[in-house]
Nanobody
Framework: QVQLVESGGGLVQAGGSLRLSCAASRTRTFNSYAVGWFRQAPGKQRKFVAGVSWSGDNTYYADSVKGRFTISRDNTKTTVYLQMNSLKPEDTAVYYC????????????????????WGQGTQVTVSS
């Protein structure tokens, strides 16, 4: 059972930056998992933010964050990162990372139902 722990959230002013980390444990095969970041604002559905394939070679972003956020991974550290720049108040949400085992190919996934393992979330608040 893969365990995921997010960190790096906090309060930042609009235009600022944060880097979220998603540390995986209880797995020896982290490099076979695609990882995604999702976010959920109060009263709203959880939405896809960014995804990365197991190798790190393939990434995908929601239109709302494209050009501002960057997802990356370090399989030697079993950690995935989300660098968030030019933050806006509408980026305020609880951010979750999730992992999906990839049995073949080098894919990312964008749907919540594609992921089997989830972290507990980290709060990001952007003030105007």
């Amino acid at each position: 059972q893969v365990q995921l722990v997010e960190s790096g959230g906090g309060l930042v002013q609009a235009g600022g930056s944060l880097r979220l980390s998603c540390a995986a444990s209880r797995t020896r095969t982290f490099n076979s998992y695609a990882v995604g970041w999702f976010r959920q604002a109060p009263g709203k559905q959880r939405k896809f933010v960014a995804g990365v394939s197991w190798s790190g070679d393939n990434t995908y972003y929601a239109d709302s964050v494209k050009g501002r956020f960057t997802i990356s991974r370090d399989n030697t550290k079993t950690t995935v990162y989300l660098q968030m720049n030019s933050l806006k108040p509408e980026d305020t949400a609880v951010y979750y990372c999730a992992a999906a085992h990839t049995y073949s190919g080098d894919y990312y996934y964008t749907e919540t139902e594609d992921y089997s393992y989830w972290g507990q979330g980290t709060q990001v608040t952007v003030s105007s």
